[in-house]
């Protein structure tokens, strides 16, 4: 499956990072400030959704979300690359982050081609930078959905019995399901000793369109943006779970599955093209 504004977008959104839906007028601003003109494949993402974190991943980074256009964090525009200059031996203007921490950087490059810019990682830290790419449309071409270790669990009618289940067959216990760090369930159980745990996952494809969570300074002006549903993988039949575990314990996971008569298949085989 390919990178695209309607397959990028990590569902549930997490609506601080989430700018007001892209206007013309924000566009001409926005390029106004950064001095150049945005690659039109930058702007039909936006179009379908104003930043926020994707689903995609790109082979050896860290790099998970891109900025939108607008006032909240993080902003295309709300940048500030100057102060870093001193720690580089490279030229920093004509870079223009679209994801970082401060500490590193992933940039639309208009330092060799001001029309149409390459894609650059830059290190500040370790006083680094290599291109990625040589467009955003090859960046987004890059772009890997990485499902190897997932598998789903097909047409689950009720959870709490499928972790009966797995506790009884594998000699575990579940957590409570944490919804903070997703904003969806996901339930948890330990494999193995304290000091040398593995671990299961399960968690559901249909989840809230966005979330933000309770202590966030704006939760009472953004809970309500995005009511309903929506599958993090379209792809998927009605009722299907994620499940994903550590490495050792894979494959006696899926086979207590098997043996309740669950069906179990890897997450790639639904996705296409993986």
């Not at 001095?35 to 702007?43: E, I």
């Not at 974190?53 to 979300?65: A, E, M, Q």
Request: net charge negative.
């Amino acid at each position: 499956m390919a990178a695209s504004a309607d397959t990028i977008w990590r569902v549930p959104v997490f609506l601080p990072y989430l700018q007001p839906p892209l206007t013309d007028e924000a566009v001409a601003s926005a390029e106004k400030q950064i001095g150049y003109k945005l690659p039109t494949d930058y702007l039909d993402l936006l179009k379908k959704q104003n930043g926020g974190y994707i689903r995609f991943s790109l082979p050896g980074s860290v790099h998970d979300s891109i900025a939108g256009i607008g006032s909240n964090y993080p902003s295309l525009t709300e940048f500030d690359l100057e102060e870093g200059q001193e720690y580089v031996t490279f030229p920093l203007q004509g870079l223009v982050p679209f994801d970082g921490d401060g500490h590193w950087h992933l940039c639309l490059d208009y330092r060799q081609d001001s029309a149409t810019p390459a894609v650059t990682f830059v290190s500040i830290e370790s006083d680094q930078q290599s291109v990625i790419s040589i467009s955003f449309a090859d960046y987004l071409a890059m772009l890997q959905l990485d499902v190897a270790d997932e598998y789903v669990l097909e047409a689950v009618q009720d959870i709490e019995e499928v972790k009966s289940q797995l506790s009884s067959a594998l000699s575990v216990k579940f957590d409570p399901p944490d919804l903070w760090a997703q904003g969806y369930p996901v339930h948890r159980a330990r494999v193995g000793t304290k000091n040398a745990p593995n671990w299961i996952w399960i968690s559901p494809n249909l989840v809230p369109r966005g979330f933000v969570r309770p202590d966030d300074p704006r939760y009472e002006q953004l809970k309500d943006l995005m009511p309903g549903n929506a599958a993090r993988f379209p792809e998927l039949p009605a009722g299907s779970y994620i499940l994903s575990s550590t490495d050792k314990v894979r494959s006696k996971v899926i086979d207590a599955c098997t043996r309740f008569q669950h069906i179990v298949r890897p997450l790639r085989e639904y996705v296409n093209g993986i």
